[in-house]
């Protein structure tokens, strides 16, 4: 375990009286400090562990009362604690002709916990010795303590060959204590609330309805307020990184499979491009989208808008690579002249603009602390508790480290299967945020 010793807290394994458990303080995320207005999930910086009551025939025996009079518990080991287990060690080796080392001994719990996990390295990090940050994908993750426990009894009971062990872990212990399990996590800073990602779509949307039944209202205004609505509902529900450009081409999106072709780090190589899944209710939202985009040429040819130009070039036949000659360079050469999916329009000017993280986050309403790079920290926190793989969120996410490509031509990740665990896992979560496909400004009609 990796225990940090700041602050007030024991900077050692320590037994605790009620359990038994063991206090074990970690290290988080090495994050800024979200504003105190941001409404994020409770993260703190220990773990506490049930143990199961055959393990403390094994550990020191404490007086009762020595427990009960203190309150942060009671340090197991010593400083010198490795250096007697390293000699125990040795001396097991010489014995049985073994090659046991302390790492090995850590590493194999860690290394189980991460199989059941299933298959994510995040979840047994804090049983490791390693920092989160040496890991990308933990920095975007908040895990529940109860799954850091069921994860762990699991595992011992596997390591010790016992499924009677697995079940020594609950006896005797207080309801309140289970309770207080279920209210804690460890890991990112900043991953928000459903009820605050929902609350920030949700007053962005009650300001697109008001805008449009408003007479005071300027097309520009109109198409931008929409634009964020839609550019939003996409970055909550798939995990894209907010960057300037977050849909270079419409083309790039496929509605039949609800799926869509990113690179969110170069938008223009797509060197390390990769699917995202588009849920039933964010097809049906982009669909209304581009058909809002159709009507939107014709109401700037009437204002003779400089953004014209670029809405004609975007629907002119321009002959693009194929896949089996692909060349993603060359065709954005042949589509520069054009307009990417998502756009704004410069309300003095009336020029075609990117949707920039600083633009789009100026539509959120004022209750909004945090960066939208959260809501990625979000998704994947979401797919964690939902209890996807590691490789299906990485992929998703595109965190994949070297020889994991999950869109190589060498890869066994079926993408059908990919798209069946993905949706099985955030179709709940979106429901939760009641988020739905809305029509275009200039499409919709108040009743009579």
């Keep these: 375990m990796r225990a940090n010793g700041k602050g007030a807290l024991p900077g050692c394994i320590s037994l605790q009286y009620d359990g038994p458990r063991v206090f074990i303080p970690i290290t988080s995320p090495d994050h800024a400090a979200p504003p105190r207005s941001a409404s994020t999930v409770g993260v703190v910086d220990h773990l506490e562990l049930l143990i199961p009551l055959d393990l403390l025939f094994f550990l020191p025996h404490f007086d009762s009362k020595a427990l009960l009079e ?8 010593d400083t010198q604690c490795v250096g007697h287990f390293i ?24 290394d189980e ?14 049983f490791r010795g390693e920092a989160p940050n040496s890991y990308i994908p933990a920095i975007y993750s ?5 799954k850091i426990q069921k994860l762990y009894e699991n595992s011992v009971a596997a390591l010790q060959c016992s499924d009677e062990l697995k079940h020594g872990f609950n006896q005797n212990i207080q309801d309140s204590f289970i309770k207080d399990f279920e209210t804690k996590f460890v ?15 949700s007053a962005l949307r009650l300001k697109f309805i008001n805008l449009r039944s408003s007479k005071s209202r300027s097309v520009a205004e109109m198409h931008n307020t929409y634009t964020a609505w839609v550019s939003l509902f996409y970055l909550a529900t798939c995990g894209v990184r907010s960057v300037s450009n977050i849909m270079p081409s419409h083309f790039d999106i496929d509605f039949d499979t609800g799926t869509a072709f990113v690179s969110d780090k170069d938008n223009e190589a797509y060197f390390h491009a990769r699917l995202v899944w588009l849920c039933k209710e964010l097809v049906d939202q982009l669909k209304k989208y581009q058909e809002h985009l159709k009507i939107f040429r014709h109401v700037l040819s009437i204002d003779g808008a400089a ?7 975007t629907d002119a036949a321009v002959k693009l690579s194929t896949a089996y000659s692909a060349d993603r360079t060359a065709d ?3 589509l520069k002249e054009g307009a990417p999916f998502f756009f704004f329009i410069d309300e003095r000017t009336n020029a075609m603009c990117a949707t920039t993280p600083t633009w789009l986050g100026s539509y959120v309403s004022d209750d909004w602390a945090l960066r939208l790079v959260s809501l990625r920290h979000f998704i994947r926190s979401s797919l964690i508790e939902a209890g996807c793989s590691g490789e299906v969120i990485n992929a998703l ?3 994949h480290m070297r020889g994991e490509s999950p869109w190589g031509p060498y890869s066994t990740l079926p993408p059908v299967v990919w798209r069946e665990k993905v949706s099985a896992a955030l179709t709940p979560v979106i429901k939760r945020l009641g988020l739905e496909a809305l029509d275009g400004p200039f499409t919709w009609r108040p009743l009579q």
Aim: cysteine-free; glycine content about 4%.
């Design 307 to 313: 953004a014209l130009d670029k809405l004609k070039a």
């Design 187 to 201: 890991g990112s800073l900043h991953v928000p609330t459903n009820i605050y990602v929902k609350d920030m779509l």
């Design 70 to 77: 203190a309150p942060k518990g009671i340090l197991l080991f």
């Design 142 to 146: 908040v895990i529940p303590h109860t």
């Design 332 to 334: 954005e050469l042949a």
């Design 113 to 126: 916990m991460t199989l059941r996990a299933p298959a994510d390295r995040v979840v047994s990090l804090y």
């Design 397 to 399: 996410m595109g965190h």
């Design 87 to 110: 000699d125990l060690l040795n001396h097991i080796n010489k014995i049985y002709h073994t090659d046991l080392t302390p790492r090995k001994i850590q590493m194999a719990l860690a």
